[in-house]
């Protein structure tokens, strides 16, 4: 079975510290992700990583980067946090796919950060 | 912009009472949807794909299905354990990305 792991189920934090999130996956995944979910607006994508230092930003980068210094393993980091940030946030993997294949992903459990 | 649009937001049924939840989505090009599902406070847990119209796929209670403009997840004589939030996604071809519906959540009564 895939599994993604994340560092964290439950963070807390203070306005403008630098918080680190931890993802990993045990499947040889090419492509990574990190999501956050709020109510009313579902899963909006943050970073992606298809190979091990590359990254691409998704729909709403503002205020994350990212790290993938080894193939298993995706951080996101905020680097001063704010309130707005508090959310559920979701790491995924998939498979790197081919003309015409799918590419299904696979989520970690969540980190929900609070950020007071 | 690819949007997928999920209807209703909210299910209430009485166990044994079957349903469809429909995702009507707009990408220029499918190359696969993708069904969901999630419980609180979790992860969203893979369910199916569906590459091409009339493609159909079955797991246990669920039955997903597939057109050219939307596709419904079909729930048959549901059970409490069925409660949970159903997300849809779509991927346009040679891209990475999903574009996930805001989801329905099903709520099953015993």
């Known amino acids: 079975d895939v599994k993604v792991t994340q560092s964290s189920r439950y963070l807390v934090k203070r306005t403008g510290e630098k918080v680190f999130l931890e993802c990993v996956q045990d499947m040889d995944h090419e492509n990574m992700f990190w999501y956050r979910q709020d109510p009313g607006l579902g899963l909006r994508l943050i970073y992606f990583?298809?190979?091990?230092?590359?990254?691409e930003k998704g729909d709403i980068p503002e205020g994350y980067s990212v790290s993938r210094e080894k193939k298993e393993r995706f951080s996101l980091i905020l680097e001063s946090a704010s309130t707005n940030q508090t959310s559920m946030y979701l790491c995924a993997s998939s498979p790197l796919g081919s003309g015409g294949t799918y590419n299904e992903q696979f989520f970690g459990p969540g980190t929900r950060l609070t950020v007071l | 912009e690819d949007q997928v649009t999920q209807s209703p937001e909210a299910l209430r049924l009485q166990e044994g009472e079957s349903s469809s939840l429909n995702c009507s989505y707009t990408?220029?090009?499918?190359?696969?949807l993708f069904w969901y599902r999630q419980d609180p406070g979790k992860g969203p847990e893979f369910l199916f794909t569906l590459y091409s119209a009339g493609e159909e796929k079955e797991k246990e209670r669920l039955k997903a299905t597939l057109t050219k403009k939307e596709s419904f997840l079909h729930i048959t004589a549901p059970k409490p354990e069925d409660s949970a939030t159903y997300l849809c996604?779509?991927?346009?071809?040679?891209?990475?990305?999903?574009?996930f519906g805001a989801g329905t959540t099903v709520t099953v009564r015993a």
């Open positions: 990408v220029s090009g499918l190359r696969g």
């Open positions: 990583s298809y190979d091990v230092k590359m990254k």
């Open positions: 996604a779509v991927q346009a071809p040679n891209d990475y990305k999903l574009s």
